[in-house]
């Protein structure tokens, strides 16, 4: 399944629309085998730490991807804990996105952009030099994502791939079953959706996993995965 080496330049946007379309019907691992054939080592994977399932597949097609985490400063312990757990598992190549430390936390001083000053500009910086990144997100993950790409071009630019686009619900929990997946220890406490401490609560609506996130505020997205 895996495709010719393809520079970002030969790629327009009718050919990763070809391209995402295809890829409804290829397993995730060939998805990902594309990409690091198409663009390694100008290739990164950005991580959440609610579970390593995109790690676990990444890994087996290429031990040494890049991985970045961006450690916003306000993260839950049991998140930089499941950090530390999945990169001694993976003897990962990860990069760690720190933010400077501010007197007062940006979260509570300009809530409206904090999302985009901490998360956005720091994987702007993480991407600088890359030709394509790749992603967790799910298309059953909320109605925001639904109609979701396998393949497209973000805002910088870069070819943005989410190789688990398709996955429901039901088939991370039989990955994680079956794989023996390192989980957020928060997943089992009731947090679906995690994000940084003062931004993510339990669901308020329970049929929406994402719920918890900002709840009561009108964002339903940090700007990570914005086309």
Known sequence: MSLTNLS????SDAELGDLSRRFESWPASAVIEWAVDSFAPHLALTASMTDAVLIDLAVKVDPAIEVVFIDTG???PETLDTVEEVRRRYGLNLRIMTVQRQDEPLWRADPENCCSAVKVGQLDRALSGKAAWMSGLRRAEADSRVTAPIVARDLRGLVKVNPIATWSDLDVEGYIADHDVIVNPLIR?????IGCQPCTQKPVDPD??????WA????????LHMM
């Open 208 to 213: 929406d996993p994402r719920s918890g996130r």
């Open 74 to 76: 306000y993260h839950f």
């Open 189 to 193: 406490q009731g947090y679906p959706s």
């Open 8 to 11: 970002v330049p030969e790629l």
């Open 216 to 223: 009561g505020r009108s964002r339903t997205e940090c700007g």
